[in-house]
């Protein structure tokens, strides 16, 4: 089992920045992937960064070259670093981690945390 909770979300003007954490505890050395998700009101939710457990990164082209998905040194936390935010940035944001355990495959959820970009 991997738990997963976010923090850091919160309501800044145009242009700004935030910082999302995700701790993660538990079974966190089967985690392989971590990711980055969020969800706007009446739309989908959608990816928006990933991390292996090689640090190789993806990210989704509305955010490529504003958002930077890092962990940090002991591997427990997920980071977010969200900059030049517009208001289509706005939505709740959410960790999730890719786990093996075993022979299977599990994914985790964290609870969210909501990010309000407006003047």
Known sequence: QVQLVESGGGLVQPGGSLR??????GSIFSIY???WYRQAPGKERELVATITSGDSTNYAD???GRFTVSRGNARNTLFLEMNSLKPEDTAVYYCNA???LGRGTYEYWGQGTQVTVSS
């Open 20 to 25: 999302l954490s995700c701790a993660a505890s």
């Open 33 to 35: 992937a971590m990711n």
């Open 62 to 64: 509305s955010v490529k």
């Open 98 to 100: 890719l786990a093996s």
